[in-house]
């Protein structure tokens, strides 16, 4: 029997969608940062056209590299769904894990397994936190026993 959320695309589209809004935060993300410092760098005269240089040379690299991190985690979550048949905190930190190492496969095996281990942690907490997250919130949704009235009054 398999617990598959059938409510969800099915894996190369959520992969696609994944990368594109990966890449999408990275971009403005980097657009903002890397505009507020080539305004900083640049002459007293000249912020405005620093700041639009250091966006155009610099906000789609980091959106790139944000895409690509999203498109590989996306990928592993979606093999590790279907190795395991589970939809549970573990594929997230599964697929950090792989994510981390791959990414990082270059600088040599020391290096990956390091960055592995870091973003298969990074992606527990966010999970613990998550997970912390939603019984706080169900907490206060939970029906409340009506206040007893006073036995003995004085």
């Known amino acids: 029997m398999s617990s598959a959320d059938h409510t969800r695309d099915p894996c190369p589209w959520v992969i696609l969608n994944d990368f594109g809004g990966a890449f999408s935060m990275g971009a403005v993300g ?15 005269g000249e912020r405005f056209v620093g700041a639009i240089s250091s966006i155009k040379a610099r906000a789609p690299v980091t959106g790139g590299n944000f895409g690509v991190w999203g498109g ?52 527990g907490v966010f999970e613990g936190v998550g997970v912390l997250m939603s019984r706080v919130f169900s907490e206060s949704q939970r029906p409340q026993m009506a206040p007893c009235k006073r036995l003995f009054s004085s």
């Open 30 to 44: 980097g657009g903002i940062w890397y505009g507020i410092k080539g305004a900083r760098n640049s002459p007293r």
């Open 72 to 123: 590989m985690f996306s990928t592993f979550d979606c093999a590790v769904k279907g190795w395991r048949q589970k939809e549970d905190a573990w594929n997230a930190i599964i697929s950090g894990f792989m994510t981390g190492g791959c990414l990082a496969l270059r600088s040599g095996p020391r290096s990956a397994l390091g960055s592995a281990v870091a973003c298969g942690i990074l992606l």
